[in-house]
């Protein structure tokens, strides 16, 4: 194969590296990138930086991680002078931090916002990615990084007649950039996940009324949000390296000394609701962590429901409410545990008004509002806290295409594989920030994410120095992968919900479950072997053109002879 038949055609920009997205995942890739030497090019559909940040600005919108934990670790100095005010932060809060990170570090130059990535395909001749962006242009680059987020597609509800609304609608993840004003309106809202948890109640403040569609309960436990105080922060940063380093090794990416190490079944009733009462007291996701079987023995996960449930009726005065609103049919935490301080409170307000979905199904949308299968339901507006395509949505609506032309949308029609969810065999040199089959969707993520950079930084700068051009994982190890995957969640309680996470078995299909659950620290130490063992369950090769290319930036003129053989 001749070098100049296959070169980059003149009218495409030509990179090392192109990344998708600039949020946590994006930033934190060129900032790393480029101190390797690299020459990157991220694009972004939004008009600024901050990814999920910059989309999700519904009222009340907030991390459900404390923002001491939910921020970059690897610059001591950022971690120095940024100051967290609260305990969890706000949207606001945390695209600021994220606007500062892309200033402080100089990255701006290296995003092109407002556009989105249509297509990437790995061209064969070349080995390299060819991309193309809703701007027309086209891209060439070695290597793609896909930090395109878990949770960025939205999802609108399958509800007939949904366009013929005449009021206001919107999605949470699609807020207008603009105050929305709710004063002396009616407003109805589809989905009580952690959105819809923050939000109804935001909502109850200024809107004349609010009408909560519920069709699944969901256990939620009290933030306990506050300010942040000086020596606490102190404390932080006197400590800051064993905390990371924790984080790093823990379960969920999330340091937490007061984690029970004993079965919740080896303490009596009034022990175990001493320990739940003070976990609850303290707030947060702590909570699931009060013992460390909650999620693989059913007794002991009753003992946390029915405390739970017991908290929901004490704080709802209307029974009817209170029991609509107890999960009853699938275990504590089996769906992504909500946190935040009175959601249930919210509905004692006299302009708050629960709609049981099981007991009265929605009908349909009409131009005034929501028909039930008991009643018509006048709304101003429409807000769908519906969720997102999870996990895949963001990468399936990329043309993305590997080896002999392989799409990954239809690769992944029946749920998605690959190995570590990291990589995808027959998609070379292309890496995902956070993909399905890594922990990420049951972690912090920036924990998540800035293992997967260093992982992708570390893998890049070792093709480099042994004179290798591609990396692909191989299909029996994503096999292995996906089976381990699965059953390690068969041990536990999570499979036994229906989630973002679990898909259960449809129409003659096996049941999907995406995340790694092993554990943050578990995968950490599993990548280090893989990486150490020389790459297992990767082909490294050294592609001719690619191969001639490097040699010719990079070494003598005898090593561009025998790359390019
Ligand atoms: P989630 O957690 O996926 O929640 C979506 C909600 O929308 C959930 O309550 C759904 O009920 C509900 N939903 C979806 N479709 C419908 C229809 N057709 N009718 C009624 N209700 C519906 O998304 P979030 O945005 O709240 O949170 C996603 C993650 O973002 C969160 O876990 C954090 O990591 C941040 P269902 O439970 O499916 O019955």
Redesign the pocket.
């Known amino acids: 194969m001749s070098a100049s038949k296959s070169s980059v055609s003149m009218d495409q920009h030509e990179v090392d590296v192109i990344i998708v997205g600039a949020g946590f995942g994006g930033l934190y890739s060129i900032y790393k990138l480029r101190e390797l030497g690299f020459r990157v090019q991220a694009f972004d559909a939004a008009p600024s930086v901050g990814g999920t940040w910059f989309w999700?600005r519904y009222p009340g919108a907030r991390c459900?991680v404390e923002s001491l934990q939910y921020s970059f670790s690897f610059s001591e100095q950022l971690q120095a002078e940024w100051r967290w005010t609260e305990r969890y932060a706000a949207q606001s809060e945390i695209l600021r931090y994220l606007e500062h990170v892309a200033d402080r570090f100089d990255l701006r130059p290296y995003i092109q916002l407002n556009t989105r990535v249509k297509s990437a395909c790995f061209n064969e001749a070349t080995g390299r990615w060819d991309i193309q962006t809703d701007d027309d242009k086209r891209w060439s680059a070695a290597f793609c990084v896909m930090a395109t987020g878990p949770?960025s597609q939205p999802?609108l509800?399958?509800?007939p007649a949904i366009a013929t609304f005449e009021g206001r609608a919107f999605h949470?993840?699609r807020w207008p950039e603009e105050q929305v004003d709710f004063t002396g309106q009616r407003v109805g809202v589809?989905?009580?996940?952690?959105?819809?948890?923050q939000l109804i109640p935001a909502l109850a403040e200024s809107a004349k009324e609010v009408v909560v569609?519920?069709?699944?309960p969901?256990f939620v436990v009290p933030a306990v949000n506050r300010a942040l105080k000086d020596n606490e922060l102190e404390f932080w940063r006197k400590h800051y390296p064993q905390i990371r380093h924790d984080e790093r090794f823990s379960r969920t990416g999330v340091w937490d000394p007061l984690r029970g190490t004993r079965s919740a079944m080896e303490f009596n009733d009034a022990e175990r609701e001493y320990l739940y009462r003070a976990a609850w007291d303290r707030g947060g996701f702590g909570f699931q962590a009060t013992f460390p079987d909650l999620l693989t023995n059913m007794e002991a996960n009753k003992t946390a429901a029915d405390f739970v449930r017991a908290r929901i009726r004490e704080a709802v005065k209307d029974p009817e409410t209170a029991e609509a609103l107890c999960p009853k049919d699938y275990p504590f935490a089996a769906?992504?545990l909500?946190v935040y301080s009175g959601y249930y409170e919210t509905f004692n307000k006299p302009n708050v008004r629960l709609v049981d979905?099981r007991r009265e199904p929605?009908k349909r949308v009409t131009p005034q509002g929501v028909t039930t299968d008991k009643s018509d339901i006048p709304l101003d507006v429409l807000v769908f806290?519906?969720?997102?395509d999870?996990l895949t949505g963001a990468l399936k609506n990329i043309d993305i295409r590997g080896r002999k032309d392989k799409s990954l949308r239809t690769l992944w029609s029946d749920g998605p594989v690959s190995y570590l969810g990291l990589c995808v065999a027959g998609f070379p040199n292309l890496f995902m920030l956070s993909g399905p089959g890594s922990p990420a969707?049951l972690s912090n993520a920036v924990v998540t994410i800035e293992h997967h950079v260093d992982l992708v930084a570390r893998c890049l700068n070792d093709l480099r120095t042994k004179g290798m051009t591609h990396i692909e994982a191989t299909g029996e190890a994503q096999r292995e992968w996906c089976d381990e995957v699965r059953a390690l969640a068969d041990q536990t309680l999570m499979t036994q919900a229906?989630?973002?996470y679990n898909r259960p078995p449809q129409e003659g299909k096996p049941r999907i479950f995406v995340p790694f659950v092993g554990g943050v620290g578990v995968y950490r130490e599993r990548c280090d072997d893989i990486i150490t063992s020389g790459y297992e369950g990767f082909d490294l090769y050294a592609h001719g053109v690619e191969a001639m290319r490097a040699a010719a930036q990079t070494a003598t003129p005898s090593a561009c002879i025998i790359a390019g053989e």
């Open positions: 999700n459900d949770l999802q509800p399958d509800i949470t993840s589809i989905g009580t996940g952690s959105t819809g948890v569609f519920q069709r699944t969901n769906k992504r909500c979905l929605i806290a519906t969720g997102f999870a969707a229906k989630s973002w």
